[in-house]
């Protein structure tokens, strides 16, 4: 049973590098709209990123670019740009929608292309609201996450590795593409959308509650491996296994008590303290001695006795490991029982392990992951069908290196 | 000059607790939507959640939830469900919306209001994709990242504290909703749409290359501060401030061996070490030996007199801070330049800087933040206008319990 995807129909043109505006694409190529990546000839700035395959070629590229279509062109040359604008600017319903990480300058400018497509939707990624480059490494220390991550006896502040603000940025930016749309489709007209990687954490900052606690005066300190304001930490199995224990929630606490049976050692620590442990901010006042008694409990037991009897009780937990053996986990709880994944042929690289779209939606049903394009790979036929170039015209670009086309 | 939101005119329900479910329904509040947030007459799981202002109101919940409308009605009673079955099949063009982290069974199951609603959407966010409870802090032991992060030589895991799967999770949802009310202006059908925190991550962690890289049998180690990949890392400087500085492009690497003049030093250096640091993976290689050069520099000179050089010459850097001292900085590189940010008058809690819509749309213009509301605020009017209660309908209900209104 064929279903379209939820996208299907929807055209999208990406000028593009490194994370935010590539996964816009990708999240909206995953959900069936038509993504055509332009790059350079040789390809953009993040066509060699780390880590990369044993052929040499970017696995972070092949990530961010899976489901996509890629179109070669030179946009160093008068003609490249040329290029680029028409096919930004070429008439469809469902189209004229450019996803960019580049200066909305230039060839870029919107007030350009809009003047000859009024319909045009772009949405232009910066660093910061100014337009200067920023990346999630020079972000966080602005905004004081690495001075609040890492051991608790450490003063060095602590990077997290996670480029957490370019994904969020990336989403924003579908959000963005798809509510303009939504307006382009009552109104006819376009409009440019702007989106810095900077204010995406300053509002996630301000969501989160920390903005006002700083302007508030209250200064948050490190705490560690624990969950801040209830009950949280990592403890150690007697078979040397690392685990995360987590009771946020009242329902989540009594589990972990009736699991480990110190439910009312728990409670007498919380009278002897002076506190009480079905409140939350009792739970993380308490915390060192709550974790005390978790740790002496954790200690005694192995993680094969842990396991089971925590889905038992539904305690809310999970086992530190290496993403090799969360895919090496052949158990319904490892990741390759996840029908998110699939294996899919990464040209050159060879298969290689891919995720689709984490929405299922009922009406299109799962769909499996796609490869990433060859770069270059569709230069020839986005040309062709877009523009109506002719072969020989398509061959004259071609030899001139004005675009690329692969096989 | 008004210009209408971006999404006015949508309306959506939500019954939710935490981030990924608040923040959906935020983002879409702030886009101008009508959401209402539906709550226990006490105020739900996340009422109370730290940090919290000196009132004892939650920063948290008050971050979470700025834009919406507030309905406080009790779901443990059999009326209480009732009226929350009748929002959400309302009959509303733009309605029949539903936005949830709680399961989607018993009073919301999709199939029964389904039946009364064929227009319904109804996105629902799960722990994991068997519906177990999840948060980031349980997700990120799972996919390994606490083993990447932190110093170097210690062999703990690391827990970062951003909980960046809810962030994406949320925003994930948002783009769900949308995708399938676009859906639903083709077809006239809603659909139901799931979406687990787990899957997010094991999606990000796919589009990262970080899956690919584990399945292919790489082990990524812990590098502590140092950027992966390419060049960056935190520095002292002779003042005791603390940089960071980034050369992940060719073109930021350059301009950071401009500024410091060190270029020729750092060129005759991978000479030695037989590299080319104009190829982002040799500065990766290299990146001890780079960072001892540039690590000698920084402690030669001062903040005061490196931001300038930096900001010059177009360096990726950025000074470690806490959030409060982001705040106090006057220059235009502090957040309250930042027009982003406004102060809210938060009932209870009092004037409040709060973030609004990182997404800047031409035709829309930029949209002041507004506070989050009063529980139950909104309780009469929404069972009034949707439903059209009577006011003694209403009185009754509160009395009862049912329902709370709060003034």
């Not at 901010?281 to 978790?294: C, K, L, S, Y």
């Not at 986005?382 to 170039?389: A, C, D, E, K």
Request: with cysteine; aromatic share 6%.
């Amino acid at each position: 049973m064929f279903a379209p995807n939820t996208l299907t129909g929807l055209s999208i043109i990406e000028l593009s590098a490194f994370v935010a505006a590539p996964l816009g694409g990708l999240t909206l190529a995953q959900l069936g709209a038509d993504v055509i990546r332009i790059d350079p000839p040789r390809g953009g700035l993040d066509y060699h990123r780390w880590p990369l395959a044993s052929d040499g070629s970017s696995l972070f590229w092949q990530g961010l670019n899976k489901a996509k279509r890629s179109a070669a062109i030179d946009t160093a040359t008068p003609e490249g740009r040329e290029l680029v604008q028409a096919l930004i600017v070429a008439p469809e319903d469902n189209g004229n929608i450019l996803l960019t990480n580049f200066p909305a300058r230039g060839f870029l400018l919107y007030e350009t292309l809009a003047a000859q497509c009024p319909r045009l939707i772009q949405l232009t990624i910066t660093g910061d609201r100014l337009g200067r480059s920023a990346v999630d490494y020079t972000v966080n220390p602005r905004l004081g996450f690495p001075g609040l991550t890492g051991p608790q006896n450490d003063e060095q502040p602590c990077n997290h590795v996670l480029p957490a603000w370019d994904l969020i940025t990336g989403h924003l930016a579908v959000i963005g593409i798809l509510a303009a749309e939504r307006s382009r489709r009552a109104s006819g007209q376009g409009q440019s959308v702007a989106l810095a990687l900077e204010d995406a954490a300053l509002a996630m900052s301000s969501h989160l509650g920390l903005l006002a606690e700083a302007q508030l005066g209250m200064q948050r300190q490190k705490y560690g491996n624990y969950l801040y304001g209830a009950f949280g930490r990592d403890f150690l199995t007697a078979d040397q296994e690392r685990i995360m224990v987590v009771g946020l929630t009242l329902k989540q606490w009594r589990a972990l008590g009736q699991a480990t049976g110190l439910q009312s050692e728990l409670d007498a620590l919380a009278t002897e303290l002076g506190l009480n442990f079905s409140q939350e901010g009792d739970r993380f006042r308490g915390r060192e001695a709550i974790a005390e008694r978790i740790a002496e409990w954790c200690a005694r037991h192995s993680l094969t006795y842990i396991g089971p009897l925590f889905e038992q009780h539904g305690v809310c937990w999970s086992r530190y490991q290496s993403l090799q053996q969360g895919l090496q986990d052949s158990s319904p709880d490892g990741f390759m029982a996840n029908p998110l994944l699939s294996m899919v042929i990464q040209p050159g690289a060879g298969p290689q392990l891919a995720a689709g779209m984490p929405l299922q939606f009922s009406a299109a049903g799962q769909q499996a992951a796609r490869a990433a394009p060859v770069l270059g790979s569709s230069t020839a036929e986005i040309l062709s069908t877009m523009l109506g170039l002719t072969d020989a015209q398509i061959g004259a670009l071609a030899q001139r290196g004005i675009i690329m086309c692969a096989a």
